[in-house]
């Protein structure tokens, strides 16, 4: 069975790409089947998976939008990358603005990704989608294709609303788009342990959500080689296997496979 994850939240730099990123190849060195498919118009997952030149690509997610639309069949493998460290991408540029824009003149505009994502679904174990933040059609699209939401959120007062927020829009989806979606879990990022306003929010989470949603027990440590990896399109396993944040996403890799 294959699983559809939307990495997911109103806020921008909360690391859902680093997360979406390292999730996914964390997944495929553990031998599955992995799609990371770059559903923000920035393209920060392909570029920071070493998808260079995004803005020239011939084919991406913005194509597959159009194919969906216009009726046109799409192939196997069309437009995925095979990056070698493991991983399928479907990567993305600006061009995807115009898409969610066009959406808005398209008749059940929320349920176009969905076709897609049922037609290449059997050829993975796991599908994961980085989502752009705020609520537009294309977080929209990812929210109704998915079988579970990951909400990563740094501990911090302003993130605890983004998180509010994210978690109000996955009920309306769940009540008028896809009844089978769940909230994967919480997972804390950027987490500096030192400073004691982290470890009071991460309490205060726990006991605001702990009993209705899962928050992971692993947390992602703030450190500088999540960065220097995304400079250099690898993952953080690749940049530096023994530091403490390559060590936590695999920790979390365990996690999500002992969700299933
Ligand atoms: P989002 O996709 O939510 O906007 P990103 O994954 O792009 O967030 O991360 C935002 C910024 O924070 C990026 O510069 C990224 O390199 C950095 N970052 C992500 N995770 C960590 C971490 N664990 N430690 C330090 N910096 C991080
Ligand atoms: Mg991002």
New binding site residues.
């Given amino acids: 069975m294959s699983k559809v994850i939307s990495?997911a939240?109103i806020?921008?730099?909360?690391?859902?790409?680093?997360?979406?990123?390292n999730l996914g190849v964390g997944l495929a060195r553990k031998g599955k089947r992995v799609l990371l498919i770059d559903l923000?118009p920035?393209g920060?997952?392909s570029l920071?998976l070493g998808v260079r030149k995004n803005k020239e690509l011939p084919y991406t997610v913005s194509t597959v939008f159009q194919k969906v639309i216009n009726e046109i069949e799409i192939g196997e493998d069309e437009g995925i990358i095979h990056n070698d460290e493991g991983v399928d991408i479907l990567p993305s540029n600006q061009s995807l603005r115009v898409v969610e824009q066009q959406l808005d003149e398209v008749m059940s505009k929320e349920h176009v990704f969905e076709e897609y994502i049922e037609s290449v679904r059997d050829s993975y174990d796991f599908i994961i989608i980085?989502c752009n933040?705020g609520v537009d059609n294309l977080i929209l699209n990812a929210l109704t294709c998915c079988d579970s939401v990951l909400i990563?959120s740094p501990p911090e007062y302003l993130c605890v609303e983004g998180l509010q927020e994210i978690i109000r829009i996955v009920g309306k989806v769940k009540k008028r788009l896809n009844r089978k979606i769940k909230i994967e879990g919480v997972l804390l990022?950027?987490?500096n342990g030192r400073t004691n306003i982290a470890k009071d929010i991460m309490n205060k989470m726990e006991e605001a959500y702990g009993q209705h949603l899962k928050i992971f027990q692993t947390v992602?440590?703030?450190?500088?080689?999540?960065?220097e990896?995304?400079?250099n399109g690898i993952s953080v396993y690749k940049q530096s296997p023994k530091s403490s944040?390559s060590l936590?996403y695999e920790s979390f890799v365990r996690e999500v496979l002992d969700n299933e």
């Fill in positions: 990495v939240n806020k921008g730099g909360v690391a859902k790409t680093t997360t979406a990123a923000d920035q920060s997952l920071g980085d933040p990563p990022t950027i987490v992602i440590p703030e450190s500088v080689k999540a960065k990896a995304v400079a944040v936590a």
